[in-house]
T-cell receptor, first 108, second 120 residues
Framework: ETVLTQSPGTLSLSPGERATLSCRAS???????LAWYQQKPGQAPRLLIYGTSSRATGIPDRFSGSGSGTDFTLTISRLEPEDFAVYYC?????????FGQGTKLEIK | EVQLVESGGGLVKPGGSLRLSCVASGFTFSSYTMNWVRQAPGEGLEWVSSITSGSSYIYYADSVKGRFTISRDNAKNSLYLQMNSLRAEDATVYYCATADWGFGGSFLYWGQGTLVTVSS
């Protein structure tokens, strides 16, 4: 099983700042099968990024993804108030999925 | 509009059983691999199980293998999760979600979840 470790656990930033979230895998992950989700309290997760760097429909271009192998990054270029939420990375491999434990992005 | 509506959650005693359902609308259900994902209150996401469009391939997380059974009825646009031998750690919100291979197998559509409580 591929374990995904996200860092930091909590990130405190202000609106307008740049956020960089990390997702590290215990073994190499195909870049085609690495995704990022956003979850707000009381809501289901929402797909942001798939295939490491492709934005899902309707996702603003301030969200971008990058990485390869075992190291992946979600970047939010300029934080908007609605971006403060929990973010999860997810990988698919050997017919199984795993999620990272999440990064909480909170307002400083 | 795509909709996934889960039901069947509730209170069950340890060792008991429960069957969750997810009814889909707004898309061609029979074309999609479907998944169950769970989340304990205040905790992260855990993938539980997947079933391919024609039910040919089924996969489970180790934590539920042998106790949970996923199935689907494409004629009824419905996904199911039969949960047996329930434990305290199975008490979470259960979401159904589509896996879209046009999006690298990621989970594009999600339901709002149904809560399972395991307590004596």
């Amino acid at each position: 099983e591929t374990v995904l470790t996200q860092s930091p656990g909590t990130l405190s930033l202000s609106p307008g700042e740049r956020a960089t979230l990390s997702c590290r895998a215990s073994q190499s992950v195909s870049s085609s099968y690495l995704a990022w989700y956003q979850q707000k309290p009381g809501q289901a997760p929402r797909l942001l990024i798939y295939g490491t760097s492709s934005r899902a429909t309707g996702i603003p271009d301030r969200f971008s993804g990058s990485g390869s192998g075992t190291d992946f990054t979600l970047t939010i270029s300029r934080l908007e108030p609605e971006d403060f939420a929990v973010y999860y990375c997810q990988q698919y491999g050997s017919s199984l999925y795993t999620f990272g434990q999440g990064t909480k992005l909170e307002i400083k | 509009e795509v909709q996934l509506v889960e039901s069947g959650g509730g209170l069950v005693k340890p060792g008991g059983s429960l069957r969750l359902s997810c009814v889909a609308s707004g898309f061609t259900f029979s074309s999609y691999t479907m998944n169950w994902v769970r989340q304990a209150p205040g905790e992260g996401l855990e993938w539980v199980s997947s079933i391919t469009s024609g039910s040919s391939y089924i996969y489970y997380a180790d934590s539920v293998k042998g106790r949970f059974t996923i199935s689907r009825d494409n004629a009824k646009n419905s996904l199911y999760l039969q949960m047996n031998s329930l434990r305290a750690e199975d008490a979470t919100v259960y979401y159904c979600a589509t896996a879209d291979w046009g999006f690298g197998g990621s989970f594009l559509y999600w339901g709002q979840g149904t809560l399972v409580t395991v307590s004596s």
